[in-house]
């Protein structure tokens, strides 16, 4: 009797012991695998216009949505190219709306644009309209040469920001930048 008791108590103290395991956490809200289409790994594509490359871009992955015309990139990289087919300037971004039917690009998170003679410009959103071959922002942003800085809100410039226009305050020397204007 005294072993049956002394299993009993042994049982119930393992078995008070044990734990559930805890359930696997749950996304809160949807994300984009959850909703997209389709999705794809490792995508490359090209945009064109009249016959002219304007861009190689390379993604990580790709969501495709609305009858897979949108496209929402991650982990991004833009190549640009000239009329003439010369390389003009490189953005990378975290993050990438493109549509495929205005074949536009707007990025998002850190965006970088550097162009072939090594200038800079940062900002948090940055699009890139195929047919006037122009970036543009409503964002703060920083752009970066040998002889200067210069920062405002907002601006409009050909991919090689070979003609950078602020739209407000800009700030800071130009020099190599080539800046045509501002506000």
Known sequence: MRAASLLTVLLAAALVGCDEPAPPPVAQVAT?????????????????DGGLLRADVVADTAYFF?????????????????????????????????????QSMEAFGDVLVVTVDGRRLTTAQLKFDRAANELSSDSSFLATGPDGDM???????????????????????????????GA
Request: proline share 2%; glycine share 12%; no cysteine.
């Open 151 to 181: 920062g405002g809100i907002g601006f409009t410039s050909d991919p090689g920001m070979n003609r950078l226009r602020v739209k407000r305050a800009p700030q800071g020397r130009t020099g190599a930048l080539r800046l045509d204007g």
């Open 32 to 48: 984009a695998a959850d909703t997209a289409s389709q999705f794809m790994l490792g995508v490359t594509f090209r945009i064109h």
């Open 66 to 102: 609305d009858d897979n015309t949108r496209l929402d990139l991650r982990v991004v990289e833009a190549v640009f190219y000239t009329t003439t087919g010369s390389r003009d300037g490189v953005m990378t971004s975290d993050l990438a709306l493109y549509d495929l039917n205005s």
